[in-house]
């Protein structure tokens, strides 16, 4: 079985290494820039299932329900909590 927690523990980090921080101090990343990194093509067999769960629990937000490459690569993906 995936550990979830685990999971969105990577993917926390992750988004930490590759996101900004904005002028409020959270930081976000685009999902093309999450997509296409190679670090991240490794970890995350299901990278949009980790960042649906993420949302589920409040840890990320992001607009929209499914993320899809290519389409969604401009599409924010926040840090809620640090």
Do not use: P
């Amino acid at each position: 079985t995936m550990n979830v927690e685990h999971e969105i523990n990577l993917l926390v980090e992750e988004i930490r290494r590759l996101g900004t921080k904005n002028a409020d101090g959270q930081v976000s990343v685009k999902f093309g820039v999450l997509f296409a990194d190679e670090k991240c093509a490794n970890l995350f067999e299901a990278l949009v299932g980790t960042l649906k769960a993420a949302k589920r629990r409040k840890i990320v937000t992001y607009n929209g329900e499914l993320l899809l490459q290519g389409v969604h690569d401009n599409v924010d993906i926040m840090l809620l909590q640090d």
